[in-house]
């Protein structure tokens, strides 16, 4: 739970100082720190990966998982739960342009039904749990107690909370409960997991979360290369799996 209250606090920074900012921000800043943070998600994601003790069990591990996320469709889901969550508490969204937009976000004319503070906490609700980056973050702090990746989200987190505070204002704050339900609730579950994965397992499924790390830096942060980074979500659970069979084999 250490990465998700650290979460909070940097939502709340954030959001607290956009409230005090307002818009006064450059979107050329903003743009700026979010590549630096994509650059430094990178590295980390490289980091994780170079505590594999056999890269073909990542390698197998990545492969399976983007057969059955791609057949399960991940990544359509998580997207389309966004969608669905959009339209219905802000409204059709039949014109909505990407989330990650969030100056067209905070100003399209979609919002009109509904108040400032509605939208805000709504719309950053929707931002900050919705995401492999969530999911994995949540696990690897829940398994291990390693919270680096929330904190790296927290980061994130944080900035976005100050751009979407100094446009929707307070409501952004209230986010906070979201965070704590679902992130706090996927660490709490994965916790319950902890004596069955071994250090061995966990080595390998910290790889593989790193090299899914590495591509959402790549596709969504630095935005290189749009790739499908949710659909290799089910590598998490391949990876410990693999790792089973062949000490069975053993």
Do not use: H
């Amino acid at each position: 739970m250490t990465g998700t209250l650290l979460n909070i606090a940097t939502v709340l920074f954030g959001g607290s100082l956009g409230l005090f900012l307002g818009g006064r921000l450059p979107q050329r800043l903003k743009q700026t720190v979010t590549a630096g943070m994509g650059l430094f998600t990178a590295a980390i994601g490289v980091q994780m990966f170079l505590k594999t003790q056999n890269p073909l069990i990542v390698l197998g591990s990545l492969i399976l998982g983007a057969l059955v996320g791609e057949w399960w469709k991940i990544e359509d889901g998580l997207q389309n739960l966004g969608v669905i969550l959009e339209k219905r508490f802000l409204g059709d969204s039949s014109t909505a342009l990407p989330i990650s937009d969030t100056t067209t976000l905070a100003t399209s004319s979609r919002f009109a039904p509904y108040g400032d503070f509605v939208r805000g906490f709504l719309t950053a609700s929707l931002i900050f749990c919705i995401g492999p980056m969530t999911i994995l973050g949540s696990i690897q702090d829940g398994l291990s107690g390693d919270y680096s990746l929330l904190a790296v989200k927290s980061v994130l987190d944080g900035f976005t909370a100050l751009a979407f505070a100094s446009t929707l204002g307070a409501g952004v704050l209230f986010s906070v409960t979201v965070i704590l339900v679902y992130q706090g609730g996927i660490s709490l579950l994965a916790a319950q997991l902890n004596q069955i994965v071994n250090p061995a397992m966990m080595n390998e499924m910290t790889a593989a979360g790193g090299v899914m790390l590495l591509g959402l830096a790549v596709s969504s942060m630095l935005e290189i290369k749009p790739i499908r980074v949710g659909n290799f979500l089910p590598a998490l659970a391949f990876a410990p799996l693999i790792v089973w069979i062949l000490n069975i084999l053993k």
